[in-house]
C-alpha cells in the first residue's frame, strides 16, 4: 500500500513540478531499496513489510529534526526550512499521530497490562506499546511517559 502510495505522489509531483516533493519521495524510495536489499540477505525475498516501512519513514523524520535543530543552532534557517517541508512530505505517509493524551493513556494501559511497578520494568512496557501502536506513537515521547509515571 505505502508502495504504490511513493509510486502515485512520485507521479503527482513529476506533473505537478513540485521539486521539492519529487526529491522527498525519491530519497524514500532510495532508502526503501537499501532495506529491501538488505532484506534479500537475510532471505526475505518480498522485501520489508508495511510496519518496517513505516519505523523507516519515522528514522527519516527523527533523522530531519535533529538536523533542523543542528542548522538552526547554526543559523542556517533556509536549510531548517528544507527540512521541515521534507518532514511535513514524509509524515503525509504516516497515520495520523497520537497527541500527548493519548500518549499517556497508551501509556498507562501498557504499564497496567505488562503489571509494571517500577523503572526496571520501562523494557516490557515499551515493547508492548511499540507492538500496540506501531506508526501512530512517537516513541521518544512515549518513552518519557512511562519514566515519569513509573519513576
Known amino acids: 500500500m505505502l508502495r504504490e502510495a511513493f509510486n502515485e505522489r512520485m507521479k503527482t509531483a513529476l506533473r505537478a513540478k513540485d521539486q521539492r516533493t519529487l526529491s522527498t519521495v525519491r530519497l524514500i524510495v532510495a532508502a526503501l531499496k ?10 526475505n525475498t518480498a522485501g520489508i513489510g508495511e510496519s518496517e516501512i513505516q519505523r523507516l519513514l519515522q528514522g527519516m523524520i527523527k533523522q530531519r529534526r535533529e538536523s533542523m535543530a543542528l542548522y538552526r543552532q547554526g543559523s542556517r ?4 526550512q528544507k527540512e521541515s517541508d521534507e518532514i511535513a512530505v ?11 493524551a493519548g500518549i499517556e493513556a497508551a501509556a498507562k494501559t501498557a504499564i ?3 503489571g509494571a511497578s517500577g523503572i526496571k520494568d520501562m523494557g516490557r512496557v515499551m515493547a508492548a506499546l511499540r507492538e500496540r501502536h506501531a506508526g501512530v506513537l512517537d516513541m521518544a515521547k512515549a518513552g518519557a511517559a512511562v ?5
Open 34 to 43: 537499501d532495506k529491501d536489499i538488505e532484506a534479500r540477505g537475510g532471505g
Open 77 to 80: 534557517p533556509e536549510l531548517a
Open 90 to 100: 514524509i509524515e503525509s505517509f504516516l497515520p495520523q499521530q497520537m497527541d500527548d
Open 112 to 114: 497496567a497490562d505488562a
Open 147 to 151: 519514566k515519569r509515571l513509573l519513576g
